[in-house]
Structure formats: structure tokens, C-alpha cells
């Protein structure tokens, strides 16, 4: 038993953040309990978790952000959509692409993101372990991690 891989259960009874970039720009991704993770993600817990907490002690940026109001799902009011939205939000501010799970489409969905391109930031050690992808696309044989 390789100690060193996410277990299925743990990811599908999760909400977990993960990290990808395109060049120099990083997204976020919240996965919703889903199994829709890069292999990489799913193959490195120890290196999933350092990505994880280098991005959580990042600190927010009072730059300008938008919120893609169109791929939101349906709330019944303004706190219900404003509680949803705030880690969306910090992760924008942080400089970061951050994307919800769509579970109708079974894909990711870009939430908030910085309003003038910026790239973030990062240490060398922290980029070389993030998946590398485009973030006009989401190629399906890089995010399914189960048959």
C-alpha cells in the first residue's frame, strides 16, 4: 500500500483544492467530492498537501477581480451566493484562475479571476509540481483519474 496516494474515499468524501498552471498562471480548482483530479494530484498526497498549504498562506492582493456571474449555480439569496463565492473571491485576489466543480456537466467551471492578468508568483519548487495545462481547455484523459 503506497501511503503517498490520495485513497478514493477520502477524495470523493472531500472538497479539495488542487493547483495546475498555464505558463505562469496558476489556477485553482475546487473539486467537490468528485473524482475529477489530475494523476498527479491523486499519485503525490505529500506533494498535493505542500502545494495546498504554500497557496493557503499566500496573501490576498487588493487587485481588481471578476466574478464569472454566468457560471455560477442558482441561489436562493445574496448571503447564500456570497457565502459560496468568498473562497472563490480570496483565491482570485491571491492572483489565482479558481474554478468550481459543474456537477450537471461533470467538469470545471471558472469562478473568479484576477481582472488584469498577472502572473503569480511562485516559488520554483512549488511550479515544477503543478499538472501543466491549458485554461481555455480541460482535456478530459488529464482530469479523469478513475476508469
Known sequence: MNLNILDIGFILSNDLDWYARDGQKIAHFASGGTDLLPKSVVNDRLGWEEICTYFDEQESNPIEIEVCEDNLPYFNNEQEKSRYLS??????HKGLYSHDIDFKENNYKLIAYPKYEMPTVAKQS????????KL????????????
Open 87 to 92: 473562497s472563490f473571491i480570496v483565491m482570485a
Open 126 to 133: 512549488i511550479l515544477s509540481k503543478l499538472p501543466c495545462i
Open 136 to 147: 481555455t481547455t480541460i482535456i478530459e484523459s488529464f482530469m479523469i483519474i478513475a476508469a
